[in-house]
């Protein structure tokens, strides 16, 4: 007999309780008949400016036309520009980058309206948070590469059209040549940002457009000023936000304005053929072109905005299904809230009326604002961990030190927190990892802390959040897993304890704080409407 069948003879009344009578096997598969549909994925135009301003937002909005029965996924599709950095005879470059999730920072904020009435409507901040907490790392990574969050995007030095040497792939005339054919800096990219309204959570959750005869679908998008998606040098090598420069005052470092440029006027030998290719102010215009060609007379750049929405085609028996009997939708709504100039602990009141499923926060240095540093949930200016603060060995000493322990040298700005109902804390104080580590161990899908790219660990590029869930799964879009219900609650606080700052800074915390409420879009004769307002 051979030995693998003494698994399957030894059997005994302890057997009874998990092979007595079975219902299953493991050993073959039934699968469940479905419905007959197809799918398609449609672009729909947007209405409104196809370039973004210098320094003002603008609105992209449209009503979602009728091609299908359902809609199942929406895409905001744009395009971004190639970016010569031109440099000239070894002097400073800017060295222009991207931020950080450029697709998704390039948004300000999104809703989604039907029949005038907000369904949801939430900013770029809680998208972020949201799919780092609900997706599983290898989901995440594409969803990175899908917004154009790659090294050649932000960080081109590091990206795959780097300096062979490994520096900054600046754009240098080559000489006695009249037409020059240089390869950019940065390449031109689509950019495709999942714009997370609950329809596309599952298909389960499709919007039935056969069900909404009456109402339009509208969806409109807000995006920021040219001047807050890049970073370039300043005169000194820091990387700043366009217009600004970083000066040292008493040993302090502060952000000066720096527009009009601070580089001054070019030599005559270069000024005489070059002036329309070196960039003296480092706004985007200057960055558009190849040597050898002009200067563009705007900032912005042909985005092409426009929709990819993949709609669900039914038979004419589910159709008719859809579109006469009640339906209803779970949605996650948001309700954000900002505080700013936070130093020391502090009671953040949530004016929340709702049923709350999750409550994700961060906080940034104040200071970040000057960097375009969106990423940047720590107390350090950069989160590369060779800029981080540090205190040098005394003199003397030949070994390396892990630095002296001061404030201002941690990375997380947290130690602690607690919820307040009423007054009452719903559970004790705890430390900041167990909001950081413990929860979205326990209830949320994403990857957690690290992940590995490319071979080597790296911190998640928007970390530390810190979230608390009254659900057993606040990462599903389909089931209900524990609410608390703060409409039958006077007053809800979120207590924060924050790491002092060092003294004499020139920079305090701001802290925001997303509430996830559950609601419910109810679709009948034609009509939509959620069943409670907030």
Known sequence: MPGGLLPLVAYGNMNQTINGNPQMTYFYKAFVRHTHFSQENITVPLDGPNELQLDAPILLKTKVPRHGDLMSDMYLTLELPAIYNKLW?????????????IGLRMISRVGLYIGGTKVQEYSSDWLAAKYQTDLPIDTFEKWSNLIGDVPEMYAPASGAYADPSGGYPNVVPFPNITTQTNAPSIPAREINV????????????????????????EVQITLRPMREIYTILDISGVRVRNGYSLNSVQGTSIYANSYPPAYGPLPESLNNNYQSYYDVSGTPRNFYTDIGFGIPTSDGFPMNPRL????????DNERKLFASKKLEYLVRQVQEFQFANVNTRQQLQLDAHALVSRIIWFGRRSDWWYRNDYTNLTNWKYTDPHKRPFVRAPAGFNSQTSGGLILGTQRNILRGARILCGGNEI???????????????????????????GGILQPL???????????????????PSGTINTS???????EVDVVPLPADVNYTYDISVYVESLNFLEIQSGMGGMRFAI
């Open 427 to 453: 559970f004790e104080e705890k430390n900041a990892r167990y909001f950081s580590d413990i929860v979205p161990f326990r209830s949320c899908t994403g990857g957690g802390y690290p992940f590995l790219l």
């Open 488 to 494: 039958r609650i006077v007053k809800i606080d979120l």
């Open 89 to 101: 005879n070894g002097r400073i470059s800017h060295e222009f980058s991207w931020v950080r999730q």
């Open 308 to 315: 990819q929405c993949t709609y669900i085609y039914l038979t």
């Open 461 to 479: 590029s928007f970390h530390p959040l810190y979230v608390y869930s009254f659900a057993l799964n606040s990462s599903s879009g389909t089931q």
């Open 194 to 217: 999942p714009l997370g309204f609950f329809f596309t959570d599952s298909p389960g959750l499709a919007l039935p457009m056969v069900g909404l005869q009456y109402h339009d679908i």
